[in-house]
């Protein structure tokens, strides 16, 4: 019944720079062949910088770890090249059930809406999320160093230099910028003396992934106190090939050596499971929570993200996907940096964008592990209280926390941010990641977010694309690096302008759109600014905010 990943090894390849001196400079180099780093470099490649990724390992990640990418990481992939193979091999959901005992207590549903193109959450091994992106590194022209470790690291103020250990020797080589995406431990951060402050959370949990054939559906399922495990938690998500990710609370007493052996996590499952029913372990670790973050994600020309920069539990899905934003927000920036087109103080609100964004998930991660593990009696009484009541009261239901699911930030206190002038409804602030929607585009079919991304663009609506004065969009077209395009209520176009056709009405609802309203999307399709009236002065205005350029 195992179906055993075959693990790839990538091949190793001498180094130029062990043949020459003196060292050899590029623009980027990436620490890291994680799925955090490689999706900056491949972002990066796409805006047209060429990247180096340095690893200390030949092939993919060890066991499943990361398990569930959330809808906007999957939009993310979709920039990058490796949406649909992600949503292909993964197990979709938008479901998950939290039980009492043998009781379903609650449930939800991560798309309550209709008309987006990507599920809630997709589950997938990180081996083959990792695997995919490798081939797309290669695809995209990323240069994909294996078995070389940072040994070393030496910053000044206008370049990096580092020193790298291979099979074949030692050498140096420097670089503009350093992406750090090297993970929780970061050797690099501890070289540079750089602390991660927060909480180490006093409970163990044990990780088994079970292949085994079941009928059960694709929904996250989260016990408190079930019967097959008294007095603690655990949690079961399906994901590809039929494993099935089991988690099980363990206590802070727990031996982590003797929890992983065989002997100890086979009745734990049987107790789940039943006794007739086959499984085979693929995979089984112990981990603890950790909620931290570095002060901040920039420090002179090195740029640190995912893990290297914070952790979280993962209950909430929130560790990979905030990386994998993490490069979203800073790929685009770094880019402009490197054309001229930008001040590097543009790179501080990577920083300050996404230390908010990692105190939103600290702080989600911290109430979510309150919850499933109390500190004292009084807490677990209190806890147990809420989920009976929450059985039959929806305002008890609000209070379950078996885990917040990853959501994108919404960079509200942004210095890129443009304030409104004009009153507009929904959830499309300045700071905003873009709600998709589906258009038209020449009579094919599409959606809104495979329109967007990778470069400043001005949406504007009206009811007939014949309606709108492009003159003045042709203007701002020719004075900026902006991208116009129409969205309209009816099917039509102009020549020499796209027109995106709402032909579900799902963007005028959304955005609130009037006619004559006008965004101006950021290259992570977060929005910059909006207007009921375009005017090209106040859109140029936010485009310079947007860039930090005075």
């Keep these: 019944m195992l179906k055993t990943y075959r693990y790839p090894r990538y091949e190793y390849r001498r180094p130029p720079e062990l043949d020459s001196a003196p060292p050899s400079r590029r623009p980027v180099i990436v620490v890291g062949a994680g799925p955090v780093g490689m999706a900056a470099a491949i972002d990066l490649t796409q805006h047209g910088v060429p990247v180096v990724v340095l690893d200390d390992d030949d092939t993919v990640s060890i066991g499943s770890r990361g398990v569930c990418y959330a809808k906007r990481a999957l939009e993310i992939f979709d920039r990058l090249g490796i949406g649909d193979a ?6 979709s959901w938008d479901v998950g059930r939290t039980f009492f005992g043998e009781r379903e207590v609650f449930s939800f549903n991560l798309r309550p809406q209709p008309d987006h193109k990507r599920p809630g959450m997709v589950n997938l091994q990180q081996y083959y999320l990792e695997q995919m992106l490798v081939e ?23 370049s990096v230099s580092l020193d790298v250990e291979t099979p074949d020797g030692r050498y140096a080589i420097d670089c503009d910028w350093l992406i750090v995406a090297d993970g929780a431990r970061s050797p690099i ?3 540079l003396g750089l602390d991660v402050e927060g909480k180490v959370f006093t ?23 079930p019967p097959f495990h008294r007095n603690q938690s655990v949690l079961l998500h399906k994901q590809a090939d039929n494993v099935w990710r089991i988690d099980f609370q363990l206590g802070w007493d727990a ?3 003797q929890e992983k052996k065989p002997e100890r996590v086979v009745p734990r499952i049987r107790a789940m499971l039943g006794e007739e029913r086959p499984f085979e372990l693929e995979w089984v670790s112990v981990y603890t929570f950790q909620c931290r973050r570095m002060q901040k994600f920039r420090h002179g020309r090195l740029l640190f993200v995912g893990d290297a920069a914070h952790q979280v539990s993962p209950f909430g899905a929130r560790g990979a996907n905030s990386g994998i934003q993490d490069t979203d927000n800073l790929a685009w920036k770094l880019a402009l940096v490197l054309a001229g087109q930008a001040p590097e103080q543009l790179l501080d609100s ?4 996404r230390t908010v964004a990692a105190d939103e998930n600290i702080m989600n991660s911290t109430r979510s592990t309150d919850f499933i593990t109390p500190k004292s009696g009084a807490s677990r009484t209190l806890r147990n209280a809420v989920l009976q009541l929450a059985g039959h009261h929806a305002f008890a239901r609000k ?14 206190e942004s210095p890129l941010n443009t304030p409104d002038a004009d009153a507009f409804a929904g959830d499309m602030v300045p700071g905003a990641p873009l709600d998709d929607a589906p258009v038209e585009v020449d009579g094919q079919a599409s959606w809104l977010l495979d329109q967007l991304g990778g470069r400043f663009q001005l949406l504007v609506y009206a009811e007939r694309a014949a309606d709108v004065d ?19 209520a009816k099917p039509g176009g102009r020549p020499g302008m796209r027109a995106l056709h709402d032909v579900r009405g799902r963007f005028l609802e959304r955005y609130d759109a009037l006619p004559g309203s006008a965004w101006l999307v950021r290259p992570d399709q977060h929005v910059a600014a909006r207007w009921r009236r375009l005017e090209p002065g106040a859109v140029r205005a936010a485009m310079a905010r947007a860039t930090c350029n005075p």
Excluded at 86 to 91: I, Q, T
Excluded at 350 to 353: I, L, Q, V
């Design 86 to 91: 992600v949503c292909r091999k993964g197990v």
């Design 136 to 158: 797309r590194c290669v695809e995209a022209g990323v240069e994909m160093r294996w078995k070389n470790r940072v040994a070393g690291v030496r910053t000044a103020e206008r």
């Design 189 to 191: 951060r501890h070289m």
């Design 203 to 225: 409970d163990r949990f044990l990780i088994a992934d079970v292949v085994m054939q079941a009928d059960f559906p694709a929904e996250r399922w989260f016990w408190f106190d």
């Design 255 to 257: 031996d982590p050596e």
């Design 350 to 353: 990577y920083s300050e964008e």
């Design 399 to 412: 209070l379950v926390n078996s885990g917040r699911l990853s959501v994108p930030s919404i960079y509200t």
């Design 470 to 488: 492009t003159s003045t969009l042709a203007e701002l077209k020719t004075a900026t690096p902006i991208e116009p395009m129409l969205v309209t």
